[in-house]
C-alpha cells in the first residue's frame, strides 16, 4: 500500500509563494505518475500539476501555467509543487496522488479516477 503525505501548505499573501511537498511512506515515486489536484469548497477537483516518472513529462493546468512548477529529489523521494505569484482564487485544498505509470501511461490532469492513491490534503489559503 502507497500511502502519500502532503505538507507545506499555510497561510500567504496575494502574491507570496509556498513549496508543497508530497512524500510516498515505504517506496519511492520512481515508476509512478504524480498528480497535484485542488478542491475548494463547493466546487469540483481540480488538476493542478502532473509529473511522470517514465520521461520525466509535466502537465500545468493553465490557471496556473508561468506561476507553479513541478518538480522532484533525485531520489524520486518526494515531488514537490512550487507556487509562485499565488493568488485568492489558488486557496483550497491541495492533494497529491499517484498511479503506477510507464511510457505509454503518462501522468494526466483530466482523469483524477486514474490516481489510484491520494493523501490526506494540505490546506492553501490566500488571503491579505
Known amino acids: 500500500q502507497v500511502q502519500l503525505v502532503e505538507s507545506g501548505g499555510g497561510l500567504v499573501q496575494p502574491g507570496g509563494s509556498l513549496r508543497l511537498s508530497c512524500a510516498a511512506s515505504g517506496v519511492t515515486l520512481d515508476g509512478f505518475a504524480i498528480g497535484w489536484f485542488r478542491q475548494a469548497p463547493g466546487k469540483e477537483r481540480e488538476g493542478v500539476s502532473c509529473?511522470?516518472?517514465?520521461?520525466?513529462?509535466?502537465e500545468y493546468a493553465d490557471s496556473v501555467k508561468d506561476r507553479f512548477t513541478i518538480s522532484r529529489d533525485n531520489s524520486w523521494n518526494t515531488v514537490y509543487l512550487q507556487m509562485n505569484s499565488l493568488k485568492p482564487e489558488d486557496t483550497s485544498l491541495y492533494f497529491c496522488a499517484a498511479f503506477r505509470s510507464s511510457v505509454f501511461r503518462r501522468c494526466t490532469l483530466r482523469a483524477p479516477s486514474e490516481y489510484d492513491y491520494w493523501g490526506q490534503g494540505t490546506q492553501v489559503t490566500v488571503s491579505a
Open positions: 509529473i511522470s516518472s517514465a520521461d520525466g513529462s509535466t
